[in-house]
C-alpha cells in the first residue's frame, strides 16, 4: 500500500519568512495530493491541493508542488503570520477507484515566532 | 451550511466496556470515511462508505471496531471491549464522491477517546 513520509515533524519560522514542508510517497498510481491544517481540538481543514498531471499551484500566500518523478511534494508558505501556527498534514490519494482514502503523513508542527 | 459533525465531543470509558461514535456527514454526500488520529501520529484510515455499504473496511484493527451507516447518512463506530491502546481521536470524513475528478474530503471535528 501506499506509505507518506513528511518532514520536519517540527518546524519554527520568525514571523513573515517562509516555510516548507516535504512529503515523499511510495505508489506511483497516486494521483491526488491534498494538504490539510489542523488547528488544536479541531478536525483537519483542506487548504491546497494538487492532481499529478499539475507540477506547481499556488492560492495567496500558499504553494504546492509536485515532482512525479521523485514522488515528491513540497508545501510552501511565504508571509507567515501568527494564525499561521498549526499542525499541517499531508496526504495522497488514487482518483478515479470509488474510494479514495487518503494516507496521510505523520504531520509538521509549524510555529511562527511574532 | 452545516458541515461534518460528531458526538460525543469527549468520551471517556473503562477498559472492557463497549463505545459507539456517531458522525453526521453533510447533507448529499454519499462517501463517508472514518479515521483514527493516536497521539503524536499522522491519521489512519478505517472504513469507508459508498452508500449504505461498506466495501473497505481494510483499516479495522481488529474484530473489536465494526461500523454501519443507515439511509445513506448517519454512520455508528462500535468498539467493543475497549482496551487503552483504542485511546485516539476518531475523525469522520465525508465527501460528494460523484466520480471524475476526486472529491474533496470534508473532516468533522472529532471525538476523543480515553479508555482508562
Known amino acids: 500500500g501506499e506509505n507518506v513520509e513528511q518532514h520536519p515533524s517540527t518546524l519554527s519560522v520568525q514571523e513573515g519568512d517562509s516555510a516548507v514542508i516535504k512529503c515523499t510517497y511510495s505508489?506511483?498510481?497516486?494521483?491526488?495530493f491534498p494538504w490539510y491544517k489542523q488547528e488544536l481540538g479541531k478536525g483537519p481543514q483542506l487548504i491546497i491541493d494538487i492532481r499529478s498531471n499539475v507540477g506547481e499551484k499556488k492560492d495567496q500566500r500558499i504553494a504546492v508542488t509536485l515532482n512525479k518523478t521523485a514522488k515528491h511534494f513540497s508545501l510552501h508558505i511565504t508571509e507567515t503570520q501568527p494564525e499561521d501556527s498549526a499542525v499541517y498534514f499531508c496526504a495522497a490519494s488514487r482518483e478515479g477507484f470509488g474510494n479514495e482514502k487518503l494516507t496521510f503523513g505523520t504531520g509538521t508542527r509549524l510555529t511562527i515566532i511574532p | 451550511g452545516a458541515g461534518v459533525s460528531q458526538s460525543p465531543s469527549n468520551k471517556v470509558t473503562e477498559k472492557g466496556k463497549d463505545v459507539e461514535l456517531r458522525c453526521d456527514p453533510i447533507s448529499g454526500h454519499t462517501a463517508l470515511y472514518w479515521y483514527r488520529q493516536s497521539l503524536g501520529q499522522g491519521l489512519e484510515f478505517l472504513i469507508y462508505f459508498q452508500g449504505n455499504s461498506a466495501p473497505d473496511k481494510s483499516g479495522l484493527p481488529s474484530d473489536r471496531f465494526s461500523a454501519e451507516r443507515t439511509g445513506g447518512s448517519v454512520s455508528t463506530l462500535t468498539i467493543q471491549r475497549t482496551q487503552q491502546e483504542d485511546s485516539a481521536v476518531y475523525l469522520c470524513?465525508?465527501?460528494?464522491?460523484?466520480?471524475?475528478?476526486?472529491?474533496?474530503?470534508?473532516f468533522g471535528p472529532g471525538t476523543r477517546l480515553t479508555v482508562l
Open positions: 505508489d506511483s498510481a497516486s494521483n491526488y
Open positions: 470524513a465525508s465527501s460528494l464522491d460523484e466520480g471524475g475528478a476526486v472529491d474533496t474530503q470534508y
